[in-house]
């Protein structure tokens, strides 16, 4: 199984970005698919993740409004549209995937798959 993510990138504040993770070796559509991210010195956080056929979304509350989470089954990849970037929104960012939302609700994440990571910086 791999997850590749790509998109990662430097912008400035107040700019766009979109993710992309690519996966292979799994049926995607049977796997609830997510973002993590983790900044320097911190833990590594739930940002978005979403259900099997995209019915069921679930946000960390400080990118609500400001990112979207969206994927498409037919081509077995998962997108995160970053928009209204902060400083406080660095970190790489991780995809992952799942058997169920309650996989990545949960305290201590159950996680099948995890990609490498790609960078997003954003600069004052």
């Known amino acids: 199984v791999q997850l590749q993510a790509s998109g990662g990138g430097l912008v400035q504040v107040g700019g766009s970005l979109r993710l992309a993770c690519a996966a292979s070796?799994?049926?995607?559509?049977?796997?609830?698919m997510g973002w993590f991210r983790q900044a320097p010195g911190k833990e590594r956080e739930l940002v978005a993740a979403?259900?099997?056929?995209?019915?069921?979304?679930d946000y960390l509350d400080s990118v609500k409004g400001r990112f979207t989470i969206s994927r498409d089954n037919a081509k077995n990849t998962m997108y995160l549209q970053m928009s209204s970037l902060k400083p406080e929104d660095t970190a790489v960012y991780y995809c992952?995937?799942?058997?169920?939302?309650?996989?990545?609700?949960?305290?201590?994440?159950?996680?099948?798959?995890w990609g490498k990571g790609t960078q997003v910086t954003v600069s004052s």
């Open positions: 979403i259900s099997w056929s995209g019915g069921s979304i």
């Open positions: 992952a995937a799942a058997l169920t939302m309650g996989d990545f609700l949960r305290r201590d994440y159950d996680i099948d798959y």
């Open positions: 070796g799994l049926t995607f559509s049977n796997y609830v």
